[in-house]
């Protein structure tokens, strides 16, 4: 299986704004990439090392703003708090995009960790994981049902008889991140893919012999978001990561420039995608 790259888009931070999305969205696909990426945060404590930026546009929105600037791209989310959000509005909006960009989402999503976070929205933190996995249940039958008949007991939603169209244009793949033994569990039994962040190559390794034993196929995408920046870091080590990645089994990436002006996020992406082309990763030239 060829390895593909997607790459973050400037979302948040000081280099964020509707045009900096467009552009940089835009010279992704005449770069090559094949997909472009957003973050999702809701609310940010004030004394939080991470993430950087609670300046941060919201995920779904941006994505439609996306879908409208570019053609062929994947738009994904890197990840979405599924359980922070009611499934059927999720269902809705990504359906909605999905059509509207001719079929081009690729929805990760997570159960979260910041506690902060699902208190400011009345959600329950220690739930998050059954919720995660209710809202994955309710996504697959509202995108493929037409008449619906269940209930839902975390999220105590009941759905007698309703319908929730449009269905998007196909099969969303919906690629599970977390790093832990349930995140990966979760990956091997209901994803599609599963999408790990900042993890070294020897940390990535242990995560991907896990995977691979419940799913061995190669249409089950091993995806991993990096840190790489090449206007900072050196170019030949990003490349020696790049190959260790590749040795143990990585199949997609997700680099992230650093919050800078918008100019220097341009030249970062298209550093990028000449290091990802010498490195042996497939870019849709």
């Given at each position: 299986m060829n390895a593909t790259a997607g790459v973050h888009l400037p979302q948040a931070g000081p280099a964020a704004s509707g045009e900096a999305l467009r552009r940089t969205a835009v010279l992704a696909e005449e770069l090559g990439f094949a997909d472009v990426w957003v973050s999702d945060h809701l609310a940010v404590p004030t004394d939080s090392a991470y993430p950087p930026s609670a300046y941060v546009f919201e995920p779904l929105t941006t994505m439609a703003w996306i879908a409208a600037c570019t053609k062929r791209v994947g738009i994904g989310t890197t990840v979405l708090v599924l359980p922070m959000r009611h499934p059927l509005t999720v269902a809705k909006s990504i359906a909605t995009i999905d059509q509207l960009s001719g079929g081009r989402v690729i929805l990760g999503v997570a159960a979260g960790w910041l506690k902060a976070e699902f208190d400011a929205l009345g959600v329950p933190f220690d739930e998050r994981g059954a919720r995660t996995d209710e809202a994955i249940a309710m996504l697959r039958k509202l995108w493929t049902d037409d008449h619906i008949t269940e209930?839902?007991?975390?999220?105590?939603?009941?759905?007698?008889?309703?319908?929730?169209?449009?269905?998007?244009?196909?099969?969303?793949?919906?690629?599970?991140?977390?790093?832990?033994?349930?995140?990966?569990?979760?990956?091997?039994?209901?994803?599609?893919?599963?999408?790990?962040?900042?993890?070294?190559?020897?940390?990535?390794?242990?995560?991907?012999?896990?995977?691979?034993?419940?799913?061995?196929?190669?249409?089950?995408?091993?995806?991993?978001?990096?840190?790489?920046?090449?206007?900072?870091?050196?170019?030949?080590?990003?490349?020696?990561?790049?190959?260790?990645?590749?040795e143990v089994g990585v199949t997609h990436f997700v680099p992230e420039p650093r919050q800078r002006s918008l100019d220097l996020y341009l030249k970062s992406m298209e550093s990028l995608s000449e290091i990802m082309i010498r490195g042996g990763v497939e870019m849709e030239k």
């Amino acid at each position: 299986m060829n390895a593909t790259a997607g790459v973050h888009l400037p979302q948040a931070g000081p280099a964020a704004s509707g045009e900096a999305l467009r552009r940089t969205a835009v010279l992704a696909e005449e770069l090559g990439f094949a997909d472009v990426w957003v973050s999702d945060h809701l609310a940010v404590p004030t004394d939080s090392a991470y993430p950087p930026s609670a300046y941060v546009f919201e995920p779904l929105t941006t994505m439609a703003w996306i879908a409208a600037c570019t053609k062929r791209v994947g738009i994904g989310t890197t990840v979405l708090v599924l359980p922070m959000r009611h499934p059927l509005t999720v269902a809705k909006s990504i359906a909605t995009i999905d059509q509207l960009s001719g079929g081009r989402v690729i929805l990760g999503v997570a159960a979260g960790w910041l506690k902060a976070e699902f208190d400011a929205l009345g959600v329950p933190f220690d739930e998050r994981g059954a919720r995660t996995d209710e809202a994955i249940a309710m996504l697959r039958k509202l995108w493929t049902d037409d008449h619906i008949t269940e209930s839902f007991p975390v999220h105590q939603s009941t759905l007698v008889s309703m319908r929730a169209l449009p269905h998007p244009v196909g099969h969303v793949p919906l690629w599970i991140g977390g790093h832990a033994d349930v995140a990966l569990r979760r990956a091997i039994e209901v994803g599609d893919g599963w999408h790990g962040a900042f993890l070294s190559p020897e940390q990535t390794e242990i995560r991907v012999k896990k995977l691979r034993v419940g799913r061995p196929e190669e249409s089950f995408p091993i995806s991993m978001r990096t840190r790489w920046d090449p206007l900072e870091d050196d170019e030949d080590l990003i490349l020696f990561e790049l190959e260790k990645y590749l040795e143990v089994g990585v199949t997609h990436f997700v680099p992230e420039p650093r919050q800078r002006s918008l100019d220097l996020y341009l030249k970062s992406m298209e550093s990028l995608s000449e290091i990802m082309i010498r490195g042996g990763v497939e870019m849709e030239k």
